[in-house]
Protein backbone atom coordinates (compact mmCIF):
# COMPACT_ATOMS: atom_id res chain seq x y z
CA UNK A 1 0.00 0.00 0.00
CA UNK A 2 1.45 3.07 -0.89
CA UNK A 3 0.62 6.70 0.36
CA UNK A 4 0.99 9.95 -0.98
CA UNK A 5 0.94 13.39 0.95
CA UNK A 6 0.54 16.66 -0.40
CA UNK A 7 0.63 20.28 1.24
CA UNK A 8 3.04 21.67 3.36
CA UNK A 9 5.98 24.59 2.30
CA UNK A 10 6.29 27.18 4.04
CA UNK A 11 3.82 29.25 6.05
CA UNK A 12 3.54 32.21 8.25
CA UNK A 13 2.57 32.07 12.32
CA UNK A 14 -1.31 31.67 12.28
CA UNK A 15 -1.52 30.10 9.05
CA UNK A 16 -4.04 27.73 8.04
CA UNK A 17 -2.26 24.92 5.66
CA UNK A 18 -4.40 21.62 4.99
CA UNK A 19 -2.42 18.46 4.16
CA UNK A 20 -3.66 15.53 2.51
CA UNK A 21 -3.05 11.95 1.89
CA UNK A 22 -4.00 9.40 -0.22
CA UNK A 23 -3.96 5.55 0.03
CA UNK A 24 -3.70 3.21 -2.82
CA UNK A 25 -3.13 -0.41 -3.83
CA UNK A 26 -4.23 -3.47 -2.29
CA UNK A 27 -6.66 -2.35 0.38
CA UNK A 28 -9.26 -4.98 2.14
CA UNK A 29 -10.10 -2.83 4.93
CA UNK A 30 -8.75 0.14 7.20
CA UNK A 31 -8.57 0.22 10.56
CA UNK A 32 -6.41 3.39 11.20
CA UNK A 33 -5.47 6.61 9.70
CA UNK A 34 -3.42 9.06 11.45
CA UNK A 35 -0.71 11.97 11.48
CA UNK A 36 2.59 11.96 12.82
CA UNK A 37 5.35 14.47 12.70
CA UNK A 38 8.90 14.93 13.49
CA UNK A 39 10.48 18.43 14.18
CA UNK A 40 14.35 18.73 14.15
CA UNK A 41 16.65 17.22 16.53
CA UNK A 42 13.82 15.10 17.79
CA UNK A 43 11.57 11.75 17.95
CA UNK A 44 8.85 11.33 15.40
CA UNK A 45 5.60 12.17 17.39
CA UNK A 46 1.61 11.58 17.20
CA UNK A 47 -0.56 13.82 16.21
CA UNK A 48 -3.79 13.19 15.21
CA UNK A 49 -5.22 9.48 14.68
CA UNK A 50 -8.41 8.66 13.90
CA UNK A 51 -9.39 4.89 13.86
CA UNK A 52 -12.23 3.20 12.22
CA UNK A 53 -14.06 1.97 15.46
CA UNK A 54 -13.20 4.12 17.65
CA UNK A 55 -12.18 7.91 19.16
CA UNK A 56 -10.32 10.43 17.48
CA UNK A 57 -7.02 11.53 19.44
CA UNK A 58 -4.92 14.67 19.37
CA UNK A 59 -1.52 15.41 20.50
CA UNK A 60 -2.33 18.20 23.44
CA UNK A 61 -0.17 20.37 21.90
CA UNK A 62 -2.40 20.54 18.65
CA UNK A 63 -5.45 19.61 20.35
CA UNK A 64 -8.07 22.78 19.24
CA UNK A 65 -5.83 23.45 16.43
CA UNK A 66 -6.07 20.83 14.15
CA UNK A 67 -8.67 18.24 12.43
CA UNK A 68 -8.22 15.34 10.99
CA UNK A 69 -10.52 13.88 8.66
CA UNK A 70 -11.31 11.32 6.51
CA UNK A 71 -13.04 10.10 2.90
CA UNK A 72 -13.28 6.36 3.14
CA UNK A 73 -14.93 5.96 -0.18
CA UNK A 74 -11.42 7.79 -1.43
CA UNK A 75 -8.83 5.92 0.98
CA UNK A 76 -7.75 9.80 1.97
CA UNK A 77 -6.99 11.30 5.38
CA UNK A 78 -6.45 14.82 5.48
CA UNK A 79 -5.07 17.16 8.51
CA UNK A 80 -5.83 20.77 8.53
CA UNK A 81 -4.10 22.66 10.14
CA UNK A 82 -5.08 26.10 12.43
CA UNK A 83 -3.42 29.00 14.11
CA UNK A 84 -0.42 27.30 13.24
CA UNK A 85 2.75 28.24 15.76
CA UNK A 86 6.82 28.17 15.21
CA UNK A 87 6.91 24.99 17.38
CA UNK A 88 5.13 23.09 14.67
CA UNK A 89 7.26 23.26 12.20
CA UNK A 90 8.65 19.49 11.10
CA UNK A 91 7.97 16.87 8.78
CA UNK A 92 4.53 15.56 8.55
CA UNK A 93 4.26 11.79 8.00
CA UNK A 94 0.64 10.42 7.31
CA UNK A 95 0.22 6.89 8.24
CA UNK A 96 -2.35 4.77 7.27
CA UNK A 97 -3.08 0.72 8.64
CA UNK A 98 -5.54 -1.68 7.65
CA UNK A 99 -5.39 -5.24 5.97
CA UNK A 100 -4.50 -5.93 2.29
CA UNK A 101 -6.65 -9.30 2.67
CA UNK A 102 -8.04 -11.07 5.64
CA UNK A 103 -5.63 -10.82 8.56
CA UNK A 104 -2.96 -9.68 6.40
CA UNK A 105 -2.62 -6.50 7.95
CA UNK A 106 -0.18 -3.80 6.37
CA UNK A 107 1.44 -0.35 8.21
CA UNK A 108 2.26 2.25 5.51
CA UNK A 109 3.98 5.20 5.77
CA UNK A 110 3.57 8.39 3.48
CA UNK A 111 6.84 10.10 2.58
CA UNK A 112 6.61 13.28 4.29
CA UNK A 113 6.09 16.75 3.76
CA UNK A 114 7.91 19.60 5.29
CA UNK A 115 6.04 22.46 7.17
CA UNK A 116 7.63 25.30 8.20
CA UNK A 117 6.50 27.77 9.86
CA UNK A 118 8.06 31.07 10.26
CA UNK A 119 7.40 35.06 9.35
Known amino acids: VQLQ ?10 G ?5 CAAS ?12 RQAPGK ?7 SPTAGRTNYADSVKGRFTISRDDAKNM ?4 MDSLKPEDTAVYYCNVRG ?4 RAPFA ?11 S
Open 99 to 102: NIRW
Open 5 to 14: ASGGGLVQPG
Open 108 to 118: SWGQGTLVTVS
Open 43 to 49: ERELVAV
Open 25 to 36: GSIFSITEMGWY
Open 16 to 20: SPRLS
Open 77 to 80: VDLQ
